[in-house]
């Protein structure tokens, strides 16, 4: 090739053929220039930015008329910095990167030359855009302040972000990276606004991430920044105590000024907090307390006394928090907390009574055991220890009674009960001490006890001989004294004295009530009576009576004539007499005595048993064999009389006749007897004293009144609580009877004739005397405090426990009926046998409903029994039950979902999060352990198994990983399922149940010989096995080599 430089400047190619070619000449004139034939030169030719530097953007092309060779260039320092020309193809190819969004198109020149001279052309480039810009934030940092009361839909901040690429490249969306619950942005125009209510005390600032992302099809691009929301604090929120609670105790003789506890609260609104103001609400009894108002120093303000009825259960104070204005002006936030102050006790009182002197008066007659009707209160006000005192009775005869009790913590009710019989008539009145001392400290308390005896008829009348006998002539003259009859009462006064009567007034003596004198009042006469046996009454001024015997024998004077007085003799025969007897003496007009009343006596004749009876000449008519009462009582005889002549008599009766009537003279021979040999009878408990239970009756066979059913005497013997009159039969009560505390009394009644000593008869019957219930007694607890063990979930019918109550009444009044009360949904019970039982409504120990909490734990029973009217139990009795732990909760997680914002770059092991997981369940039920999931593609992260703290493990970059998806899983420890607790209700049971083992005899020692396979169905500790050789044998054993292996 040749270049050929015209004198224009001009260049022109052309090729030489050096085999064929031929010179010619040119002629300038004749040459055309070349032009450009690329349709860019008239349009524009379009680059992409992100073409490859040295890639081949386009190709000139130029024509030259004169197909001379063209050479091809670029025109300009500028254009040629981004552009290189092949001088010979015209292939161009990019030297730089273009940028749309620094220069979107420029204008090159582009040149063709041949031989005679250039030409140039310039071409409009456009450069096209790719997207490759990320969208760009303008004005940063953002930060907003905003007040936390900003409502809801609120415009906050306005985001400014562009992208200088073209079309959906340039076109930019926002959101936040991650969604805040907070916020929200308006994804085209950028616009943050409120999404919920803020609360500065709940958070204080929001770091929010912002995403801007281009909107290209094939490549989006995005960019982040942070936006900063500071909240402002706004006075919204009432004050809050700390260190809550304030209860406390002090102790009480802590003086004016002690500081007791220091009260503070704090604005909750911590961006401009206020101060507080401390008030007392209530409970500041008497102004015990001042509450410094800025402070907060709660003191003691006056003279504390634990023992004040006023502070005794302590102090249960209100304190007020106000927020302060900035000018010390209280506010409207404000806050309340309530708390108690409790007194501590010092020993500083002695033990006191509830009086210092105590007097009463109480019958000579109460019984050992009897409490009297004083009421001693003794209280030591102090508390615990220092409230422990002994009381102590003191004085003369103080051994007559007893203190109950004689040791007392705190308070008690004294009984003073009678220890030994009690006798007016030895001593009339009592006076002690009563002391109560102090075991701590020398604190004695002190009263005085003065009992005077009331007066009782406690003693009868006592006759100073059983029996008064005496003899007078028939011919004592009237009016004459014959005997005092002397009696004495141990009682004093009014019931000591002594009146004297007879029980049957006779018409010949006289008897002075009040000295005894026994006097005659009508003439005796032999013949008609020779003995009078009168019984005497010794009454006392309380009506109590005595009887004593008075025997008065009459004596015979001999002043009549020999003459028969009657017509008819009446003889006296005793019973059973086995030898013979006088039996009548037939005198004269006197009974003579010897030798003027030898008389001679002849029976001439008998109406019956004449061979039983004959007669003495002078002694009169007598009995020669035995006579008894089934014989006839009288006998009819004629006798003849004759007398010698006497000198008083002036004429004797010879050959007389006369009918003699002989009735059998009565011997005590016949004891008492009683109707019945045994009373059976029924009172009720309620009986009141004096009351009439029964007669008892006892008759005598005897005639006489001395021996007969007129002398019979009654005593009563075997209890107290019952008296009998001695004459009548009758039986009373003398005090309350108490079925519970003797149900059945057994006495003895004795009657006893008029008989004298050996001679005396007694007749005995037995009274049994039961006591009917009433029904005066209510039911009272047994074996308190009630506590069970239920397991939470546990079926219908399960058993939880027994309560039992106790009546000592009888019968229906005795029998306990049981009920709850109130109602309880979960229990139920048996009203006979207490019998606890659950109705099937679900035990669930982690109930959140207090109530139902409360009558899970808690059975209150009421007893009654089924008297009419039935009597309740004073006290219901209450059932603690422990509710046992079942495994019936899962984990939950809390707050769920888990976000967390994390700085990249953080150092290794940080903490990036804390899991919170809760488990309602008990112990190891409720003890929770938690995990990452396994085969999660990556793990940066370590999970704190137990406290669920997250930390990182590897380095965090934000551009490798934006986000991390964890998946964590929480068990507890307990077993699946629900528990039951097993009882020990199952045998161990061999398989086979025989074993034969057939052995060489040369085996060596410790040999195993078989294999025992032995199982039980119980669970845990009932289920495991030992082993026991029983019974003679060879076979040595160590227990420790047998076991059941898991495989059986």
Not at 481 to 508: C, K, S, W
Not at 709 to 726: K, M, P, T
Not at 891 to 903: C, G, I, M, S
Request: hydrophobic share 35%; charged share 20%.
């Amino acid at each position: 090739m040749l270049w050929c430089v015209g004198s224009g400047g001009r260049m022109t190619l052309a090729k030489l053929l050096l085999p064929f070619l031929m010179l010619q000449p040119f002629s300038e004139a004749s040459n055309q220039p070349p032009s450009f034939n690329n349709y860019f030169f008239k349009t524009y030719l379009l680059i992409y930015e992100n073409t490859a530097i040295g890639s081949s953007v386009t190709q000139l092309r130029a024509d030259d008329p004169e197909g001379e060779p063209l050479i091809y260039g670029v025109v300009g320092e500028e254009a040629m910095r981004y552009f290189a020309v092949d001088r010979e193809t015209g292939v161009v190819w990019l030297k730089l990167t273009l940028d749309r969004e620094s220069v979107s198109q420029m204008q090159v020149e582009f040149s063709v030359s041949d031989s005679q001279g250039v030409v140039k052309d310039t071409v409009n480039i456009l450069i096209g855009d790719v997207n490759d810009n990320a969208p760009s934030f303008h004005g940063l940092p953002y930060t907003v302040h905003i007040p936390e009361n900003t409502a809801v839909g609120t415009s906050v901040f306005m985001v400014n972000a562009t992208d200088p690429d073209q079309g959906t490249g340039g076109s930019v969306l926002f959101y936040f990276q991650p969604p805040s619950p907070f916020f929200a942005i308006d994804g085209a125009r950028g616009i943050v606004t409120v999404n919920r209510t803020l609360d500065y005390e709940t958070t204080s600032a929001y770091q929010l991430t912002i995403n801007a992302t281009d909107q290209d099809r094939w490549r989006p691009l995005s960019r982040l920044t942070n936006l900063a929301i500071l909240i402002t604090d706004i006075q919204d929120m009432n004050p809050v105590f700390t260190n809550l609670p304030y209860s406390t105790n002090i102790a009480e003789d802590k003086p004016p000024g002690y500081e007791v506890r220091k009260i503070r609260a704090i604005d909750q609104d911590l961006g401009r907090p206020r101060g507080i103001g401390y008030t007392i609400i209530s409970g500041n009894t008497n102004s015990m307390f001042a509450l410094d108002y800025i402070s907060g120093s709660l003191t003691v303000n006056g003279q504390l006394d634990r023992e004040n009825p006023l502070y005794s259960a302590g102090f249960t104070i209100t304190v007020r928090g106000t927020e302060l204005n900035d000018d010390r002006t209280p506010s409207d936030a404000m806050v309340m907390t309530t708390f108690t102050i409790l007194l501590i006790d010092r020993n500083d009182n002695a033990p006191t009574f509830n009086s210092s002197e105590y007097r009463v008066r109480i019958t000579e007659l109460a019984q050992v055991g009897f409490a009297l009707p004083l009421f001693i209160q003794a209280e030591d006000k102090d508390e615990g220890v220092n409230s422990m005192f002994q009381v102590v009775l003191t004085g003369n005869n103080s051994d007559h009674f007893t203190i109950s009790p004689t040791a007392v913590q705190g308070r008690a009710d004294i009984r003073v009960r009678v220890a030994v019989p009690l006798d007016y008539e030895k001593l009339r009145r009592y006076s002690f001490s009563l002391y109560a001392n102090e075991s701590m400290s020398d604190h004695v308390g002190f009263a005085r006890i003065f009992i005077d005896l009331i007066n009782e008829n406690d003693n009868r009348p006592i006759f100073s001989q059983p029996v008064y006998n005496i003899s007078l002539p028939e011919n004592t003259p009237t009016g004459t004294p014959l005997i005092r009859i002397l009696a004495t009462d141990g009682d004093i006064g009014t019931f000591g004295t002594v009146h004297y009567f007879f029980n049957e007034e006779p018409d010949q003596f006289s008897l002075d009530s009040r000295t005894g004198w026994v006097g005659l009042r009508a003439g005796l006469d032999y013949e008609l009576m020779r003995r009078f046996t009168v019984t005497v009454l010794a009454r006392d001024g309380g009506g109590e009576e005595t009887t004593g015997r008075l025997r008065i024998n009459v004596l015979d004077v001999n002043d009549n004539a020999p003459l028969f007085q009657k017509e008819a003799y009446l003889g006296m025969l005793r019973e059973n007499e086995q030898g013979p007897q006088y039996v009548a003496r037939v005198r004269a007009t006197d009974e003579d005595s010897p030798p003027n009343n030898h008389l001679t006596y002849t029976i001439t004749s008998a109406s019956a048993f004449p061979e039983y009876f004959d007669i003495l000449m002078q002694e009169g008519y007598a009995g020669k064999g035995p006579l008894w009462k089934g014989h006839r009582p009288l006998f009819c005889c004629k006798v003849l009389l004759s007398k010698p002549p006497s000198p008083l008599i002036l004429k004797c009766f010879s050959n007389c006749r006369f009918v003699l009537f002989v009735p059998s003279q009565d011997e005590n021979d016949n004891p008492p007897t009683f109707s019945l040999p045994s009373y059976i009878v029924k009172i009720s408990e309620n009986i009141i004293a004096g009351a009439t239970v029964l007669f008892v009756n006892a008759t005598d066979l005897d005639a006489s009144r001395e021996f007969g059913q007129a002398s019979l005497i009654y005593s009563l013997e075997g209890s107290s609580q019952f008296r009998l009159n001695s004459r009548s039969g009758e039986i009373t009560t003398t005090a309350m009877l108490d079925r519970e505390l003797k149900a059945e009394y057994i006495l003895i009644v004795r009657a006893v004739d008029g008989g004298v000593g050996p001679q005396q008869k007694t007749g005995i019957a037995t009274v049994n005397i039961t006591i009917l219930d009433i029904n005066d007694n209510a039911p009272g607890w047994s074996d308190e405090p009630y506590h069970a063990n239920v397991v939470e979930m546990s079926p219908m019918d399960t058993d939880v426990l027994s309560v039992l109550a106790l009546d000592p009444d009888d019968g229906d009044n005795g029998v306990v009926e049981y009920r709850i009360s109130p109602p309880n949904p979960f229990y139920t019970i048996s009203n006979s046998t207490g019998k606890i039982r659950t109705t099937g409504v679900t035990l669930d120990r982690e109930s959140a409903d207090p109530r139902n909490a409360l009558l899970m734990r808690t059975i209150v029973i009421s007893a009654s029994d089924r008297g009419t009217p039935p009597l309740r139990a004073s006290v219901s009795t209450t059932v603690f039950v422990n509710l046992l732990d079942l495994n019936d909760n899962d984990p939950t997680f809390v707050n769920l979902p888990f976000v967390a914002e994390v700085l990249e770059g953080l150092p290794l092991g940080s903490s990036v999060f804390k899991v919170q997981v809760e488990d309602p369940d008990e112990d190891n039920n409720g003890l929770v352990t938690m995990a990452l999931q396994v085969g999660m593609p990556r793990l940066d992260f370590h999970l704190n198994t137990s406290t669920g703290v997250l930390t990182s493990t590897a380095p965090l970059d934000r551009e490798q990983i934006a986000q991390y998806y964890l998946r964590i899983v929480a068990h507890d420890a307990g077993s699946e399922g629900g528990a039951l607790l097993d009882v020990n209700d199952e045998t161990p049971t061999f398989f086979p149940r025989r074993y034969n083992v057939s052995l060489q005899e040369d085996v060596p020692r410790d040999h195993a010989v078989a294999r025992l396979n032995c199982s039980d169905n119980d669970a845990g500790l009932n289920a495991e096995l030992s082993y026991f050789i029983t019974g003679r044998t060879c076979v040595s054993y160590e227990r420790r080599t047998l076991a059941l292996p898991p495989n059986g």
